[in-house]
T-cell receptor, first 113, second 112 residues
Framework: DAGVIQSPRHEVTEMGQEVTLRCKPI?????LFWYRQTMMRGLELLIY????????DSGMPEDRFSAKMPNASFSTLKIQPSEPRDSAVYFC???????????FGPGTRLTVT | GENVEQHPSTLSVQEGDSAVIKCTYS??????FPWYKQELGKGPQLIID?????GEKKDQRIAVTLNKTAKHFSLHITETQPEDSAVYFC???????????FGAGTQVVVTP
C-alpha cells in the first residue's frame, strides 16, 4: 500500500494567493482528517470527515479555510486568500472508522510570504 | 473539551538508558490512548496504543501504562537506541470517539 499521499510536498506562495492542498487516503479507509502543525500550536485538528461527510470543522481557523471530500479517495484543503500566519505543515491522515488509528501522510510544508 | 498535557517537552538520555514521557487528560469519557512517533520531515506514526480496559501494554522495548483514576498515561522506552531519537506525541479522543487531541510533544534525544 502506498500510504496516505499528499501533494504538493512543498508550497511557497505570496500573501493573498489561493492555495490548494490535496490528499489521497489509504484505500478502504473511511475517515479522513486534516491537521496543521506549527511550533507554537503543535498539532491542531482542522476538520475531519466520516464516509466523505464533514463531521467536525470547529478547528478551521476562519472562513478563508475550506475543505472538501468529493469521493472516498480524494480530499482538498483550500486557503483563500492565504496569509503569512498560515505558514505551517499540513497533514492529512486517514483511518478505518471505529479503530481510531490514524495513518498520517508526509505533509505539505506551506510557506506564505 | 479535552485537554491533553504532556511532559517533559525535551528529554535527553544516554543510549541504553530508559525514557519515560507522561501525559494527563481531562475528559473522563476518553477511552483510547495512543502514542505517535514523528521523525524529522515525516508524519507522525502510531507506535503503541492502549484502551481503557487494560492498565499496561508492552511491545518489545516500548510500553504504555494507564491510570484512569488519576487520568494519566505514560510511555516507557527501555534500552534506548539512537533511532529512538524523535518527537513523541500522546493523544486522547474528546468524548471518547472520533477525533484525537494531541499533546504538545516531547523531543527525545538519545546520545551515544
Amino acid at each position: 500500500d502506498a500510504g496516505v499521499i499528499q501533494s504538493p510536498r512543498h508550497e511557497v506562495t505570496e500573501m493573498g494567493q489561493e492555495v490548494t492542498l490535496r490528499c489521497k487516503p489509504i484505500s478502504g479507509h473511511n475517515s479522513l482528517f486534516w491537521y496543521r502543525q506549527t511550533m507554537m500550536r503543535g498539532l491542531e485538528l482542522l476538520i475531519y470527515f466520516n464516509n466523505n461527510v464533514p463531521i467536525d470543522d470547529s478547528g478551521m481557523p476562519e472562513d478563508r479555510f475550506s475543505a472538501k471530500m468529493p469521493n472516498a479517495s480524494f480530499s482538498t484543503l483550500k486557503i483563500q486568500p492565504s496569509e503569512p500566519r498560515d505558514s505551517a505543515v499540513y497533514f492529512c491522515a486517514s483511518s478505518l472508522l471505529a479503530t481510531q488509528v490514524l495513518f498520517f501522510g508526509p505533509g505539505t510544508r506551506l510557506t506564505v510570504t | 473539551g479535552e485537554n491533553v498535557e504532556q511532559h517533559p517537552s525535551t528529554l535527553s538520555v544516554q543510549e541504553g538508558d530508559s525514557a519515560v514521557i507522561k501525559c494527563t487528560y481531562s475528559d473522563s469519557a476518553s477511552n483510547y490512548f495512543p502514542w505517535y512517533k514523528q521523525e524529522l520531515g515525516k508524519g507522525p506514526q502510531l507506535i503503541i496504543d492502549i484502551r481503557s480496559n487494560v492498565g499496561e501494554k508492552k511491545d518489545q522495548r516500548i510500553a504504555v501504562t494507564l491510570n484512569k483514576t488519576a487520568k494519566h498515561f505514560s510511555l516507557h522506552i527501555t534500552e534506548t537506541q539512537p533511532e529512538d531519537s524523535a518527537v513523541y506525541f500522546c493523544a486522547a479522543p474528546p468524548g471518547g470517539w472520533g477525533k484525537l487531541q494531541f499533546g504538545a510533544g516531547t523531543q527525545v534525544v538519545v546520545t551515544p
